[in-house]
């Protein structure tokens, strides 16, 4: 069955409503009432019907490495002390505030326009997304406010941009994948018949060169008001964890012998939901499953990191059933329990968050569902190397 997106005016919800249809179409794309516009009605999901080929190798350069060399060659130079890790130049400013979220994870940003950079910052950037894991930019209207082709020429100078098989796109942008949910429709990928609306994931982990720095930001917001509230953005909280931190707590032993573990991540369950009519119901890429080393190595920065997600990890090659699902399940509880590595973003307008998908998982929290609002988001998102294990000599073919 082949679901199609279109729009219509609910009287639940004071702006348009998606909600999906059975009918068949070659294309279709959601349109907004005259007398209710959305300003980003733009960024709308569409679901066009065009097939992809596979992907194909490529060989990713990643721009952190710039950064770094720049940073040894003033280790070199005396100006910067061996072993520190000063900010970076871009954010070196009186304007501009920077602050930790967690100690495991994460800064936050302010007083700086990510339009703005120059090359060079932009490779800052990436090296300091890969040390902080997830870096959080306010106050981002010039970004959010310029258009797809700006978000692509900002995506792809850090590596090809990813096509998503199954999720929606604005129109004419299939690089840029959309989240979209409100009070009567979602186009997510999203199960239903969990105790949790929690999925611990790194974005599309079964492609064979998954994404490194990935952009995101939401352009509509669930939000509190009420008798007595104030009006306030609450709800749709994203969760983020610090897999280098995750790896870091297990004990020696047996963090060496994870080292030597290889897993399959597959894509097949979530083309599978596209193809029961969830979600827009494309498929525009034959799914595909590949083996990646459980541990990585940062390209850059050469830390370690656990790289296993409930979402899309499923055995451990070479185990039996039973010991697959057991260390899977260990560590996924233990994904799950380290609120002492997560790191909990509030989503205020123009706010826009980079994380690196190599040492990091994330969730999104769907808690605001009944209240019939919308959560509209956007993501940027090139791929990087193929993983790199974290066992010299690990054979992943
Ligand atoms: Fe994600």
Same mark, same amino acid.
């Given at each position: 069955?082949?679901?199609?997106a ?5 009287s ?41 080929p ?39 400013s ?31 950037l990436?090296?300091?997304?890969? *040390? !902080? =894991?997830? /870096?959080?930019? $306010?106050?981002?209207? &010039? ?71 990935t952009t ?17 953005y ?32 597959s ?5 599978d939901?596209?193809?029961?009519? *969830? !979600? =827009?119901? /494309?498929?525009? $890429?034959?799914?595909? &499953?590949?083996i ?21 990890t ?20 233990h ?17 826009i ?20 609002q ?8 090139p ?15």
């Amino acid at each position: 069955m082949s679901a199609t997106a279109t729009i219509t005016a609910s009287s639940a919800a004071p702006s348009p409503v998606l909600k999906l249809n059975s009918t068949s179409a070659e294309e279709q794309t959601p349109s907004t009432p005259a007398a209710e516009p959305y300003r980003y009605a733009h960024l709308l999901p569409h679901f066009s019907q065009t097939q992809y080929p596979p992907l194909t190798p490529f060989e990713h350069v990643d721009p952190g490495h710039r950064a770094l060399a720049r940073e040894r060659k003033a280790v070199a130079n005396g100006t910067v002390a061996e072993g520190s890790t000063p900010l970076p130049a871009f954010l070196r400013s009186p304007n501009v505030t920077v602050s930790e979220v967690t100690p495991n994870l994460g800064v936050e940003v302010s007083g700086i326009s990510l339009s703005q950079l120059d090359d060079a910052a932009r490779d800052d950037l990436a090296l300091l997304v890969a *040390r !902080r =894991g997830l /870096v959080i930019f $306010r106050g981002q209207e &010039e970004f959010i406010d310029s258009s797809p082709e700006a978000y692509k020429e900002w995506g792809q100078y850090f590596g090809r941009l990813h096509i998503h098989p199954t999720s929606g796109h604005p129109e004419g942008h299939p690089e840029i994948h959309l989240v979209y949910r409100d009070g009567n429709s979602t186009f997510n990928f999203e199960r239903d018949d969990s105790i949790t609306t929690l999925s611990w994931h790194s974005d599309v982990s079964y492609e064979l060169q998954p994404p490194g720095l990935t952009t995101f930001f939401l352009i509509a917001h669930p939000h509190a008001r009420g008798e007595g509230l104030e009006e306030s953005y609450s709800g749709g909280d994203t969760l983020f964890t610090s897999q280098v931190a995750t790896f870091k707590r297990l004990s020696p032993e047996f963090q060496e012998f994870l080292r030597g573990l290889k897993v399959i991540h597959s894509g097949f369950e979530q083309a599978d939901y596209s193809r029961t009519g *969830r !979600r =827009g119901g /494309v498929v525009r $890429r034959e799914p595909v &499953e590949h083996i990646h080393p459980l541990v990585r190595k940062h390209p850059v920065t050469g830390e370690e990191a656990l790289y296993v997600n409930r979402q899309f990890t499923r055995r451990i090659v070479g185990l039996k059933r039973e010991e697959s699902e057991m260390i899977l399940r260990f560590l996924y509880d233990h994904i799950d329990k380290s609120g002492d590595n997560q790191a909990r973003l509030k989503w205020t307008p123009y706010t826009i968050a980079l994380w690196d998908n190599r040492v990091t998982a994330h969730s999104a929290i769907v808690d605001f569902k009944d209240g019939k609002q919308r959560r509209h988001g956007c993501r940027i998102t090139p791929q990087a190397e193929r993983p790199i294990p974290a066992k010299e000599g690990l054979q992943l073919d």
